[in-house]
């Protein structure tokens, strides 16, 4: 994907209805160009829905990706726990790929005062078991662990490129507001090109060509991630964000998940062409 699709995590607020289709139709009406399917509290969809979503993506010209379950922890001290995360990726990969989505993205792990490097040799043998999974029934998404926005979360965008360079199929979800949050600093054009620069020396120059990015506003603490805020309420500085994957040449999907959703996904994609 050579240019930047602006879109909402979720349904847009004015659409006729909280469905998929709707939301959808919705985002080709604003002149958005995708939308992430929220499967955050279960994938409560049949192939047979997919389907139908899928054919409407494509009639409209809107890319999907995919949101999987909250309750995903790779690194779950019960072995029960950490086979039903794996299903939840799995089946969200299922789901996603019927839809026509590119890619799933989802919260990898808490790291329960596990030493982190300990945490990343369970994850990463987690997910390969997934990945191997996936690749047996030929499911062709990528899959994208997300860059998380609190100290406690396995997440951190090294430990992310880390799983890309050492599993096949994985992507990076370079969540911004996200990584603001966690570091209390990457708020700036410099420590923006700085991530992305990162991106490219680990990922080569195709990571960035097809990002999975989330933007929002967010409230943060000691404790990293408090809760998302419409971009102009808070103090993430978006037009730097923009210059910066213009300036790098970001292709892929930006999924807006402000409060405001589309409005603030408009704002995106509106700020960005005025560069």
């Not at 072995?79 to 039903?84: N, R």
Request: proline share 4%; aromatic share 6%; with cysteine.
């Amino acid at each position: 994907m050579d240019k930047l699709l602006f879109g909402t995590g979720g349904t847009p607020h004015s659409a006729r209805t909280a469905s998929t289709i709707d939301g959808i139709k919705r985002i080709a009406e604003l002149g958005l160009g995708c939308l992430e399917i929220e499967f955050v509290y279960g994938v409560r969809m049949g192939e047979a829905g997919a389907r139908l979503v899928a054919e409407t993506a494509q009639s409209q010209g809107v890319k999907l990706s995919a949101h999987g379950p909250y309750y995903i922890n790779l690194n779950a001290r019960e072995p029960e726990k950490v086979a039903a995360s794996q299903e939840r990726i799995i089946q969200t990969a299922r789901i996603g790929a019927a839809c026509g989505a590119e890619s799933i993205v989802f919260h990898a792990a808490y790291y329960l005062g596990d030493p982190p490097e300990q945490t990343y040799q369970t994850v990463r043998k987690n997910l390969a078991e997934v990945i191997n999974h996936l690749k047996k029934e030929s499911n062709p998404v990528q899959v994208r662990p997300e860059v998380m926005g609190k100290p406690s979360q396995f997440g951190t965008i090294e430990e992310v490129i880390k799983l890309c360079n050492e599993l096949e199929g994985v992507g990076i979800c370079m969540d911004f507001a996200h990584w603001h949050a966690r570091s209390g600093a990457s708020n700036s054009y410099p420590e923006f090109a700085s991530i992305l620069e990162q991106i490219k020396g680990g990922l080569g120059a195709k990571a960035i060509e097809n990002m999975h990015i989330h933007v929002s506003g967010i409230a943060y603490g000691q404790k990293g991630e408090r809760k998302h805020l419409d971009l102009k309420e808070s103090d993430l500085q978006y037009i730097e964000l923009l210059r910066a994957l213009k300036d790098y040449g970001a292709g892929g999907l930006v999924i807006c998940e402000s409060p405001s959703l589309e409005g603030d996904a408009l704002l995106l994609q509106e700020t960005y062409n005025s560069l």
